[in-house]
């Protein structure tokens, strides 16, 4: 009796310590991790700090507006209407290339030296390379910057001279071509809405030119490019992306 007491004793002993295995084994529990967005801290004392939404919105604004390319057209009182691109590398440094037309005419009438009509037309086009660097350091094109450069344009100029004298006139012809290069240096300023910049800039240059005269012009009778100064004053607008 004794021994059926003690087996019985080690019999509960067994089940009760198998019944949580056998129970973990039929009902298998399932961990499920939570994860917590660990809090971004913030300047609050920043002017710029937006406190309805929790963020810098200056910051945010910034990175929206921008951008590495700008496609532009204007219009420049020595180069005519002009097209380009400028590609902007880092934050402030641009680099930039152009073409422009220009074409005018130039009227003189001196009786006294047996000139009637004298016309001279020209024609003036080429393109430019050049680098700016932009003083806002937002990568936007906008604000003011500096700039140097240099066009290579050609210069046609084409003369008629009418010239009567005891009552007959006689029509005389000319033209003279020239390859120009103008360094230069700059300075402008643009503004930004959106996409969207318009601007003006400022400069001067110096030209070499290398004339070939036909005909009877000269180079004492050009009207047109008749200094080495070479200013630049111009609008431009674009849109960057």
Known sequence: MKYKKLILA?????????IPSIAQSITPTETVQVSYDEPVSED??????????GNNANTDKKKNRSSKNLLKAGFGLTEGVTAGYERIFGKNHGLHVS?????GLESNSDPTE??????QTFDLEGAGVGYRYYFSKQKTFSGAYVGLGVVFKTLEITETNDITILGQTDTETGSAKSDVTIPYVELGLRGRVGFFLVGAYLGYGVANYDFEFTGTITEDRLEFAQNESWPFLGIDMGVAF
């Open 10 to 18: 080690s019999m509960f002993l067994v089940v009760g310590l198998a």
């Open 44 to 53: 609050v004392s920043d002017p710029n700090y937006d406190k309805s939404i």
């Open 99 to 103: 073409y422009g037309t220009l074409t």
């Open 114 to 119: 047996g000139f009637t009509n004298l016309k």
